[in-house]
Antibody
């Protein structure tokens, strides 16, 4: 059964870079059938797609975050990562990683349990 | 990209049916059959309920169904049960090769 687990600091200072890693178990991120993505949810608010990466390295980002976001993958560790630079309090959110279907439907499933990142000095 | 429009809240009694709408534009909902729906209970990760407008993943109750007309997609839950009380989000692929979510709808089972 495929599982995803987010990890990284729970507290980041304003203007610094938020860095998270998603470790995938029970499946390979090198599969050509899927993309891998990041989605976030500010406390009490809705979901926001951040970006996705394909095993080949192709990336797609939310235009509103594109200038600050980098998503990369390490196939040897079966992990993919998120870096968000110049963070502010508005970036405080629960960050989720998820697999994104491609060949057999377009969906996000499963999701990691999520990790809360607070931006504060 | 603007979030898809969903009603903030809907409610229904056990056994009833409810429908949640999700309105976008011809550049997202109306342009592609790539609308998915997610259920989220408090403190939990979202769960896929419907994908590609009307397809149900294995293990999801057939009480959940999806449809689309023009720029508006809909999620219908029939035979409402207490455990259906949750937040529901729609999501669509866009013409910019990106993804956009709806603002979310809180379902209350009376």
């Amino acid at each position: 059964q495929l599982q995803l687990q987010e990890s990284g600091p729970g507290l980041v200072k304003p203007s610094e870079t938020l860095s998270l890693t998603c470790t995938v178990s029970g499946g390979s991120i090198s599969s050509s059938s899927y993309y891998w993505g990041w989605i976030r949810q500010p406390p009490g608010k809705g979901l926001e797609w951040i970006g996705s990466i394909y095993y080949s390295g192709s990336t797609y980002y939310n235009p509103s975050l594109k200038s600050r976001v980098t998503i990369s993958a390490d196939t040897s560790k079966n992990q993919f990562s998120l870096k968000l630079s110049s963070v502010t309090a508005a970036d405080t959110a629960v960050y989720y990683c998820a697999r994104r279907g491609w060949r057999a439907g377009r969906w996000f499933d499963p999701w990691g349990q999520g990790t809360l990142v607070t931006v504060s000095s | 990209q603007s979030a898809l429009t969903q009603p903030a809240s809907v409610s229904g009694s056990p056994g009833q049916s409810i429908t949640i709408s999700c309105t976008g534009t011809s550049s997202d909902v109306g342009g592609y059959n790539y609308v998915s729906w997610y259920q989220q209970h408090p403190g939990k990760a979202p769960k896929l309920m419907i994908y590609d407008v009307s397809n149900r993943p294995s293990g999801v109750s057939n009480r959940f169904s999806g449809s689309k007309s023009g720029n508006t997609a809909s999620l219908t839950i029939s035979g409402l049960q207490a455990e259906d009380e949750a937040d529901y989000y729609c999501c669509s692929y866009t013409s910019s090769s990106t993804w956009v979510f709806g603002g979310g709808t809180k379902l209350t089972v009376l």
